[in-house]
């Protein structure tokens, strides 16, 4: 299927490694022209080359943390006529709600619902008159099914949604959509972190942790992040313009109900 992305001009933030890399590959297949973001300039430089060697896009790299409105300010600048934002963002470590602080709190939302939203601003305007816009925000399928130790990303990430749900449907009219997808268990290097800090936890081979992880999923294993990263491409495409306000669920069937 032709996504009708040739020539098309993407952000995708936190997009060295995992999820945000799986976007942007696709996109960059697809013919956009896309540019990835990290904190690590030498890991982001490393993912730009390989992505172009995968795709044969057309990809630009902008180092630094994307909360810093230096840098959005030079995505978007290296960008030009924003077409495509994908908004993804690593969220807090696990943590006793006990135990998060003020900073904490205001660090967790400034990441996962601030930021986000600062990006959207900069770019919706353009989309507007160009009568066409993709945004695509990354949360969690913690905001629908919340997980204890994970209360500052589930309430950052559904405060995002809820502001969000009404402006995508007060730019509609001009083709530009604003979407929301939340991964379940996905094989990125924070799924692994997390099995080797429970496996610790219990004194057990991290193998097992992620086994039984796995088994409790109806489809029987994790993740691809390929497989997100494709559905992230369709929800940019051409063929997607009568989707809006919508939080896609891809968790294996890890969530037990029908809303």
């Known amino acids: 299927m032709d996504l009708g992305l040739q020539g098309r001009q993407a952000i995708v933030t936190a997009s060295s490694a995992g999820l945000g890399y799986a976007c942007a590959a696709q996109l960059a297949a697809a013919g ?3 540019v990835i973001n990290g904190r690590d300039g030498q890991r982001l430089a490393d993912a730009a080359e390989r992505m172009r060697r995968e795709t044969g896009g057309d990809v630009h790299a902008v180092a630094g943390d994307v909360s810093d409105p230096a840098v959005q300010e030079a995505l978007v600048a290296t960008a030009g006529n924003v077409d495509i934002l994908v908004n993804n963002n690593g969220g807090p470590p696990f943590k006793d709600f006990r ?21 959207v601003q900069r770019v919706i305007d353009g989309m507007i008159e160009r009568h066409f816009g993709r945004i695509v925000n990354i949360t969690s399928f913690s905001v629908k099914m919340p997980i204890a130790g994970l209360d500052l990303s589930s309430g950052a990430r559904a405060g995002l949604t809820g502001f969000l749900a009404g402006v995508a449907r007060d730019v509609a009219h001009a083709n530009v959509t604003i979407n929301f997808m939340m991964p379940g268990y996905f094989a990125t290097d924070r799924l692994r972190s997390l099995h080797a800090r429970e496996a610790e936890d219990r004194g057990m081979p991290e193998a097992t942790v992620a086994a039984e992880g796995a088994s409790r999923i109806p489809a029987g294993r994790f993740g691809v992040p390929e497989e997100f990263g494709a559905a992230c491409a369709f929800l940019c495409s051409q063929h997607a313009g009568y989707i809006t306000g919508q939080s896609l669920l891809i968790d294996g069937g890890a969530y037990p109900g029908i809303l």
Do not use: F, K, W
Request: hydrophobic share 50%.
């Open 32 to 34: 956009a022209s896309v």
């Open 99 to 119: 135990q998060v602080d003020r900073d904490a709190l205001m660090e967790g939302i400034t990441a996962n619902m601030a930021t986000p939203i600062e990006l």
